[in-house]
């Protein structure tokens, strides 16, 4: 049964001026996820992980209330698909729940969508 649905669009050219701080990179993505933040793609890679987390807070219900967004990491498994690795808050509101996000973006946007599903008991 589905507990919740969030998705974002993200601007690049907004995006591409808030890195311009590493206070950015550093307030709202983990250590582990800003290591994939390299190669080409970089600020649309950024984007759509911002754009995730963004989509994490609506498909939990709670907006950016109760939880870090560095405590919601957007990180690869092996073949390259994206999952969350929650900690803190964020992981706490998400206890019970299976979480699906899928990334895209283009030159001029970056989206996110996430599913909440609950899980099994």
């Given at each position: 049964?589905?507990?919740?649905?969030?998705?974002?669009?993200?601007?690049?050219?907004?995006?591409?001026?808030?890195?311009?701080?590493?206070r950015f990179l550093?307030?709202?993505?983990?250590?582990s996820e800003q290591?994939?933040?390299?190669?080409?793609?970089?600020?649309?890679?950024?984007?759509?992980?911002?754009?995730?987390?963004?989509?994490?807070?609506?498909?939990?219900?709670?907006?950016?209330?109760?939880?870090?967004?560095?405590?919601?990491?957007?990180?690869?498994?092996?073949?390259?698909?994206?999952?969350?690795?929650?900690?803190?808050?964020?992981?706490?509101?998400?206890?019970?729940?299976?979480?699906?996000?899928?990334?895209?973006?283009?030159?001029?946007?970056?989206?996110a969508i996430v599913?909440?599903?609950?899980?099994?008991?």
């Amino acid at each position: 049964m589905i507990a919740g649905i969030g998705i974002d669009l993200v601007e690049i050219a907004a995006i591409e001026k808030s890195i311009s701080s590493q206070r950015f990179l550093t307030r709202f993505f983990g250590t582990s996820e800003q290591k994939l933040f390299t190669g080409a793609h970089r600020i649309e890679r950024i984007a759509a992980h911002f754009a995730a987390k963004e989509a994490f807070a609506k498909a939990m219900g709670t907006g950016f209330r109760d939880f870090a967004l560095s405590e919601v990491e957007v990180l690869r498994d092996e073949r390259g698909a994206p999952y969350f690795k929650l900690s803190g808050n964020a992981k706490a509101l998400a206890q019970g729940k299976k979480l699906f996000v899928s990334l895209t973006h283009t030159k001029q946007s970056a989206q996110a969508i996430v599913v909440a599903e609950f899980a099994e008991e």
